[in-house]
């Protein structure tokens, strides 16, 4: 399913993966085409081949690219960072913002986040966007890694965002996401230093199997990495036949999720998909086709075998607890009384138990509340995909409070235009407007010892379980 490969490694004429071992080329994926002369392939001039190396090269400063000064093309924040990251360059001089900064309000949409308890941010951040240049988003309208798919990508571009999930390598686009100070010292015209980043091959081969979503193929990526550190600050590169066999949305699903690696950020090669993706958002001048030149070394490999990727459940208290959901029915009892002894030592106050066996119902884990929503799952296609799960049935009759976030109001613009809203409302879904809060515990709060499943990004302490829906959980 998911193969770690912890050498270096070459992609030769972007078919062959091999590696060198004693002047001999060791050949890791179903190909024969290899170089004529195994002896000159060079490390580091096929390193300068990556889709990565180009771009970090394109927006460095420095003049060394052993140690970046990174200038980016665009800035994004949410209504929980902007106003501390404004005021601090706001005392440091700041005059104008230097490049498109984007302010959106999905984060404290309800007004109630973090002691706030009116608008009073929201109209600090429209003032902001007028005196300074910016561009201002309003609550409802998109969440603010939709936001930025649909309006501010672009191929070959880098973007730095004050949240953690700032991922648009399917588009094309590097995305880093930092805490404010990185944001507020590129309003004053400042560098973002690291040193370059190791590179990593993400290798997609394969089809996914009806049923499997690309919160599935996500989570059997995190399960693989984050427990021994394999991607840590290095950035991400998807390459490979299987990303043909992908649409953009279920593209920017499994991307938007590779925070939970704990790489640095991420890019994938660009296709005809990704053309026409900017064509439909009125951008088409922001396409170009990204891919490794005819010979690029990568620091590490990931291959993952899409046809082999079965549906997953992230199970408290981390995006790395992962089990198939066919595991999870088999030995229900004995996975969850091990996660509740585990979970138990995250919790601070000892007086609060955690439980989940108790949610065992003949045998299966039995949801109270599902959310799909936010960056993760608020897109087009997830949502078509539960309206038709749902047609002509309906989630029952106070057992299960099921809700849906649209991403943006585009996307929600659709799902009325294809009857897919209408299905939702039929059986019962509530659809909500793009707000960020279902996914850092804002929002849809269980009761006292429900349980939630949530297609979102996290499942941290406070942020409830979560899993692509299934079409079973809503029998």
């Not at 990303?243 to 590779?258: F, H, K, Q």
């Not at 990204?290 to 990568?298: D, E, F, I, R, S």
């Not at 549906?311 to 995006?319: C, E, G, Q, S, T």
């Not at 849809?444 to 409830?464: M, Y």
């Amino acid at each position: 399913m998911v193969r770690l490969v912890n050498n270096g490694v070459f992609l030769w004429n972007r078919k062959t993966l091999l590696q060198l071992q004693d002047d001999r080329a060791h050949i890791l994926n179903d190909s024969a085409d290899l170089p004529p002369d195994i002896s000159k392939l060079d490390r580091d001039q096929a390193r300068k081949n990556t889709i990565t190396y180009g771009i970090l090269s394109k927006h460095n400063t420095s003049g060394d690219m052993n140690y970046l000064k990174l200038r980016f093309d665009v800035l994004a924040s949410h209504d929980i960072t902007y106003v501390g990251i404004i005021q601090t360059a706001r005392a440091s001089g700041l005059q104008e913002f230097p490049v498109p900064y984007v302010l959106t309000n999905c984060h404290n949409s309800l007004c109630a986040v973090g002691g706030t308890i009116n608008e009073d941010d929201h109209v600090f951040g429209l003032s902001a966007a007028q005196k300074y240049g910016g561009i201002y988003v309003p609550a409802h309208q998109a969440v603010i890694h939709q936001y930025m798919r649909e309006m501010m990508s672009c191929c070959g571009s880098m973007i730095l965002g004050s949240d953690s999930h700032t991922r648009y390598g399917a588009l094309g686009t590097m995305g880093i996401g930092e805490g404010g100070p990185e944001l507020v010292k590129q309003l004053l015209q400042k560098t973002y230093d690291v040193a370059c980043p190791d590179i990593v091959a993400v290798y997609l081969e394969g089809k996914p199997n009806p049923g499997v979503g690309p919160q599935d193929v996500a989570l059997a990526i995190i399960g693989a990495v984050f427990g021994n550190g394999f991607v840590n600050n290095k950035v991400l590169e998807f390459i490979g036949p299987g990303i043909a066999e992908l649409s953009v949305d279920y593209r920017n699903g499994i991307d938007v999720m590779t925070t939970e690696t704990t790489c640095l950020s991420s890019i994938w090669a660009t296709d005809d998909k990704v053309k026409a993706y900017y064509k439909t958002h009125g951008r088409p001048e922001c396409y170009s086709k990204l891919q490794p030149g005819k010979v690029a070394y990568y620091d590490g490999l990931i291959m993952v075998d899409l046809s082999k990727i079965e549906p997953m459940i992230a199970l408290p208290f981390h995006p790395s607890n992962v089990f198939t959901i066919a595991e999870l029915n088999r030995n229900a009892y004995d996975i969850l009384r091990s996660v509740e002894a585990e979970g138990q030592k995250q919790i601070e106050n000892p007086d609060i138990q955690f439980k989940l066996t108790d949610k065992i119902v003949g045998g299966k884990l039995k949801a109270d509340q599902a959310v799909v929503a936010g960056c993760a799952g608020g897109s087009f296609e997830n949502l078509y995909e539960i309206a038709a799960m749902v047609d002509r049935r309906s989630i029952g009759h106070g057992e299960l409070a099921f809700s849906v976030y649209p991403a943006s109001q585009p996307i929600y613009y659709e799902l009325i235009r294809n009857n897919a809203a209408a299905k939702m409302l039929a059986a019962g879904i509530t659809i909500k407007t793009a707000f960020c809060g279902p996914c850092f515990g804002a929002g849809d709060v269980p009761a006292n010892g429900g349980l939630s499943i949530r297609h979102s990004t996290r499942n941290f302490p406070n942020r409830r379980v979560r899993n692509q829906v299934k079409a079973r959980f809503l029998r």
